[in-house]
């Protein structure tokens, strides 16, 4: 069975390590197992409990009304919120978060629907999705055995991401360009890569999607092949291998007249520097760099 320390259910739900005791000690909220060495240790139970209390608290329900309600109680409490919650970005991220804590599919379909209602695909996928997943990789990337958690919500958003584009009717576009779309080698977290997809496709570009898994040799073939007018790729994290694979593809393509570009995350220092290759801070720099 699954065990998590303090300091994981401080990273995980947000709540500090020292509310959490003082949550303990007053309110009997959690009872954590003890090592022979003292250690806490908290099972997927309360991991649940506690995300469930930050959500109503995050909400502005006091804690003096959540104390000795049941899991089932508080789930309850989670869904009149989903009713009547605010939109704002960190309250969805937050939400996103304890859905993906629980792996409740339904209640992520009922958060779907609501969002992309209030605020439309593309801002839902820009202020939502993309940054939680950022946070989500940073967080379990650094605790291997929350990994479950990050692969159930992808997996989901990969699914609507995959539905959005094969629905979209695109308009004609008199000019269209050919862009190829492609991950390093290894580099397997494409959300952010689909979104392009979509928004190229939206507005009647042609666009090969390659994904991950090629070296970059292949992906310089490719782009010759098919004449591509750009090569894309979109990370979540800037990894120093990400640099030496743009290094690597710029020395195929010099001779090129496709231009390659990089939307880079926030975590890690810019891979493009000092390479022939136009970067992107943001989804939002994407769009307005590619005139979409």
């Known amino acids: 069975m699954t065990t998590y320390s303090i300091g994981d ?46 959500f109503l608290i995050r909400q502005r329900v006091k804690i003096s009304q959540l104390i000795g309600l049941s899991e089932e109680e508080l789930r309850e409490q989670v869904r009149r919120h989903l009713d009547v919650r605010s939109t704002h970005a960190t309250q969805d991220t937050e939400l996103l978060k304890m859905i993906a804590i629980q792996m409740d599919e339904e209640k ?43 692969v159930f919500i992808t997996s989901l958003l990969r699914r609507k991401m995959h539905t959005a584009i094969e629905t979209l009717v695109p308009p ?72 030496d694979y743009l290094k690597t593809l710029c020395e195929e393509m010099k001779d090129d007249a496709t231009r390659i570009s990089l939307i880079g995350g926030t975590i890690g220092p810019n891979p493009a520097e000092g390479l022939p290759v136009q970067y992107y801070k943001s989804l939002a720099s994407f769009r307005k760099g590619f005139g979409l």
């Open 172 to 243: 004609r576009n008199h000019k269209p360009r050919t862009t190829l779309l492609f991950l390093p080698k290894d580099y397997h977290h494409e959300l952010p890569l689909l979104f392009c997809w979509y928004e190229l496709r939206k507005e009647g570009h042609r666009v090969v999607y390659l994904g991950g898994g090629l070296s970059a040799h292949a992906v310089a073939t490719t782009a010759r092949k098919i004449e591509a007018d750009d090569a894309l790729c979109a990370v979540i994290s800037n990894r120093q291998d990400v640099s």
């Open 9 to 54: 259910l401080e990273a995980i739900t947000g709540v500090k390590a020292h509310t959490i005791r003082t949550w303990e000690q007053r309110y009997h909220i959690l009872t954590p197992e003890r090592t022979s060495t003292n250690i806490r240790q908290y099972s997927e139970t309360q991991l649940r409990i506690l995300a469930s209390l930050a």
């Open 108 to 150: 992520f379909e009922k958060f779907f629907s609501t969002l992309i209602l209030q605020r439309g695909f593309e801002r839902a996928a820009s202020e939502v999705f993309f940054p939680f997943v950022e946070h989500i990789f940073l967080l379990w990337n650094l605790e291997p055995h929350l990994a479950g958690m990050e």
